[in-house]
């Protein structure tokens, strides 16, 4: 059964690095997310992407983070400078349509 | 903005017997929603969608009842097994603005006794 990919699992990185997620979404869905989980709290909206551009975001998605589809597969999220609250589980997900399905997640720490 | 939340944080059920899990939604524009599993340390895990011109769909075990009178939606799992313990997340979304931006609620933890 396809399914979305992340990679890494988890990620430690020191508060004002970049961080870049990244996700194979599935190989015929067209549309693609990223959503984010703090510990304890709901899962949160970040991003849609559709035909190659950002289709929507929330104000979570400031100018700090960006996405980007780089080859066929590939579905990235970069935080330029992260702050401590970025630390949270990162989930990616596509569809072809409605469903969206999710990766399993990558646990970012900022220390 | 949207809401979607959760009447019970923690549901604890006798295996075999009938999950029901509740959900409460506050746009009255919400048109889409999906329910989501979630085990310990994976991604939430498609369970069953549901349009709001429709008031109930099945899948395997599972049901969703929609009740857009007074936004409402239940999942409801038939013969809950082991392997059901695990979060349960209900998310809507505004289709008809053009928008699958899903808005999750908190969850519910479904514990299942053996």
């Known amino acids: 059964e396809p399914e979305v990919t992340q990679t890494p699992s988890h990620q430690v990185t020191q508060m004002g690095q970049e961080v870049i997620l990244r996700c194979v979404p599935i190989?015929?869905?067209?549309?693609f997310y990223w959503y984010r989980q703090i510990l304890g709290q709901k899962v949160e909206f970040l991003v849609s992407f559709y035909n190659n551009e950002i289709s929507e975001k929330s104000e979570i998605f400031d100018d700090q983070f960006s996405v980007e589809r780089p080859d066929g597969s590939n579905f990235t999220l970069k935080i330029r400078s992260t702050k401590l609250e970025d630390s949270a589980m990162y989930f990616c997900?596509?569809?072809?349509?409605?469903?969206?399905?999710f990766g399993p997640g990558t646990r970012l720490t900022v220390t | 903005g949207e809401s979607v939340g959760l009447h019970l944080p923690t549901l604890s059920v006798q295996e075999g017997d009938n999950s029901i899990i509740n959900c409460a939604y506050s746009n009255s524009a919400s048109d889409y929603f999906i329910w989501y599993k979630q085990e310990s340390g994976k991604g939430p895990q498609f369970i069953i969608d549901?349009?709001?011109?429709?008031d109930k769909r099945q899948g395997q075990r599972v049901t969703v009842l929609l009740n857009k009178t007074v936004k409402h939606l239940s999942l409801q799992i038939a013969a809950t097994q082991p392997g059901d313990s695990a979060v349960y997340f209900c998310a809507g979304a505004d289709s008809g603005a053009g928008s699958y931006q899903l808005t999750f609620g908190k969850g519910t933890k479904l514990s299942v006794i053996p």
């Open positions: 997900a596509s569809s072809e349509f409605n469903e969206q399905y």
């Open positions: 549901i349009r709001s011109n429709m």
């Open positions: 190989s015929n869905h067209l549309y």
